[in-house]
């Protein structure tokens, strides 16, 4: 039984894929055919588009041209060329969205792939470098270079200490006093926009 969504026309007025009958009314593939694949199809289409009525209408096309492919000569192996047919059809809509991309639809489903501002995003690690540059600098000595040996070049507990003659008690003293002197320096921008509101 048809659904009244396998009823509804696609954006360019044909029957719907999930229609094979309809998509094959006319041609010598076997329908069975079509519907063991319409599955692996969708699947195929939708890892690479994020509109569901891009992947019908290209469902529907891949079906459109095997069949026609089928009438002008005999197709070996049908699912392989089927799919082909859905690569070469990936590959065309990639090419027209190159070379038009203000002409590129936005889907609603596409609001969730927001790619993040990259302008935004390098302002703020700016921000923050020039912060933890700032409190290095502020930081005693000894105190900088156990967090300099730490974080950034991985150093143990013992190697830090043997490097800098200290004991392990104080490596983990100076490194508690730098992360805490960062973490109350990153703190502020949110302490100082809370006393503004």
Do not use: W
Not at 136 to 153: E, N, Y
Not at 177 to 194: D, G, T, V
Request: proline residues 5%.
């Amino acid at each position: 039984m048809k659904t009244e969504l396998d009823m509804k026309p696609n954006r360019s007025g044909g029957p719907r894929a999930s229609d094979p009958d309809a998509v094959a009314a006319s041609g010598q593939i076997d329908v069975t055919l079509l519907r063991r694949y319409e599955g692996a199809l969708r699947d195929f289409f939708g890892r690479r588009v994020y509109s569901r009525d891009e992947v019908d209408d290209l469902v529907q096309e891949a079906f459109a041209r095997l069949i026609e492919s089928d009438r002008r000569r005999d197709v070996e192996y049908p699912a392989a060329y089927l799919f082909r047919i859905a690569s070469n059809l990936i590959h065309d809509r990639g090419r027209r969205r190159a070379r038009s991309p203000v002409e590129a639809e936005l889907d609603v489903d596409d609001a969730a792939l927001a790619v993040a501002p990259e302008q935004e995003n390098r302002r703020r690690l700016e921000d923050l470098q020039m912060t933890l540059n700032a409190v290095l600098d502020r930081l005693p000595a000894k105190c900088r270079d156990v967090f300099i040996m730490r974080r950034f070049k991985n150093m143990t507990t013992p190697e830090i200490a043997g490097a800098l003659g200290i004991s392990h008690r104080m490596v983990q003293k100076y490194m508690s006093r730098a992360l805490l002197a960062l973490h109350e320096a990153l703190s502020e921008p949110a302490r100082n926009r809370e006393g503004s509101l």
